[in-house]
């Protein structure tokens, strides 16, 4: 079984400021992970994935995430946030074998301050 | 620009209506999925279409009927819905249903309500 803990309901930063979001996850398989990013209104676009290849995972929009297998986590992290990230951000785990069925985390919602 | 088109963007209907939401994808993906969203909450899935054949069916209740016409296009149809059934309908594509290592794609979804 698979699963995921998005460990932040909220985030607020300052614009220009570094942005974390912590994720771990549970999965008795080799799992693929990946980070989706849904703004208001508009569906859920992929930011990054990782599939077993390099365990640092650059994504669109300057983010990237790091595959910590001894720690079970996929943080997502962006050196410096714009106005334009604020949004809900989602991990997902999907195992092998699962049928490419996905497992959501309860998802982030991203606030940037002026 | 999404690679998975929905349409409608919105739609408003009576409980004694018949509708259909609709979903297009030219990327050549053969696994198809439908999933309902609740404000606040992440998508759930509903339906899966591996090769036009339905897959997976989370125990939705039947006043929701998935299609799979051709592979490019996956159609919802609606009758008899309830108010708890007003949510955000995503559909998403992707290569295949064994291929768990690739995204799926979301369509932006049709904001449904339930009069």
């Known amino acids: 079984a698979q699963s995921v803990t998005q460990l932040d309901s909220h985030v607020s930063v300052s614009e220009g400021t570094p942005v974390l979001l912590r994720c771990n996850y549970s999965s008795s398989y080799s799992p693929s992970l990946f980070w989706y990013v849904q703004h208001p209104n508009k569906g859920l676009q992929l930011l990054l994935k990782?599939?077993?290849?390099?365990?640092l995972v650059k994504g669109i929009n300057g983010f990237e995430a790091e595959f910590k297998k001894s720690e079970t986590s996929f943080h997502l992290t962006k050196p410096s946030a714009h106005m334009s990230d604020a949004a809900e951000y989602f991990c997902v785990v999907s195992e092998a074998g699962g049928g490419n069925k996905l497992t959501f985390g309860t998802g982030t919602q991203l606030k940037v301050e002026l | 620009d999404t690679e998975v088109t929905q349409t409608p963007k919105h739609l408003v209907m009576g409980m004694t209506n018949k509708k259909s939401l609709k979903c297009e994808q030219h990327?050549?993906?053969?696994?198809m999925y439908w999933y309902k969203q609740k404000a606040k909450k992440p998508p759930e899935l509903m339906f899966v279409y591996s090769y036009e054949k339905l897959s997976i069916n989370e125990s939705v209740p039947s006043r929701f009927s998935p299609e799979c016409p051709n592979s490019s296009l996956l159609n919802l149809h609606l009758h008899a819905l309830q108010p708890e059934d007003s949510a955000l309908y995503l559909c998403a594509s992707s290569t295949r249903l064994t291929a768990s290592n690739q995204p799926q794609h979301f369509g932006d979804g049709t904001r449904l309500s339930i009069l």
């Open positions: 990327m050549g993906h053969r696994a």
């Open positions: 990782y599939t077993s290849a390099a365990t």
